[in-house]
């Protein structure tokens, strides 16, 4: 599903930034249907210049997908490992993924047990303590189920509801500018 670039995460986290007269650059990395084996695949290109800050936000795809956590977690850790070597002195945040019940009750959540869901959610506080990166410990909190703030599908926020994320976020993300 497509929205308006500047309705995204991203565009609305650099509009805090401008309002706040801080000099930095957002570059989005991402794109709509990733799972985390695909950040791997296009990290090299995005590690081609200086990165201050590195914000991670993959993994909500994997569920879909039916990637086990270990193997999720494997593919953030590598992707985090890679960030860090490269930019020893670079902040990681992270953004946390929980399965969502509005993904359950869809019928296209690919987990069969409670123990895969467990496991997938303690994947994003498992890797801030072992990479010392900043955790937002749920990227859609307040949004996930929210009919108005969410597209069509149920699954993406809207421009409403990315303007609800980027507020949340933004108290994690402003400390560490």
């Keep these: 599903m497509s929205k308006p670039k500047e309705e995204s995460f991203p ?9 706040e007269g801080l000099v930095y650059k ?4 991402g794109q709509s249907g990733d799972a985390s084996s695909d950040g791997i695949y296009r990290l090299s290109y995005w590690l081609s210049e200086p990165i201050d800050v590195f914000v991670l936000e993959l993994g909500i795809n994997d569920i879909i997908r039916g990637t086990p956590p270990n193997r999720t977690k494997q593919n953030l850790d590598e992707i985090l ?3 860090r070597q ?5 902040k990681l945040v992270i953004m946390g993924m929980e399965a969502p019940e509005s993904i359950r009750t869809q ?14 959610k303690s994947i994003f506080r498992d890797l801030a303590n072992s990479h010392k ?14 009919r108005h703030l969410n597209l ?4 993406h926020p809207n421009g409403e509801g990315y303007k609800v994320i980027a507020d949340h976020a933004w108290q994690f993300i402003r400390g560490i500018l």
């Design 86 to 90: 490269k930019f020893p002195n670079c």
């Design 81 to 83: 490992r890679r960030v």
């Design 107 to 120: 019928g296209i959540f690919a987990f069969s047990s409670a123990n895969e869901i467990k496991e997938f």
């Design 11 to 19: 565009a609305r986290i650099e509009e805090k930034i401008r309002q």
């Design 152 to 155: 069509p599908d149920g699954l």
């Design 133 to 146: 990166a900043t955790l937002i410990p749920f990227f859609l909190q307040g949004v996930a189920g929210v």
């Design 26 to 29: 957002v570059k989005n990395g």
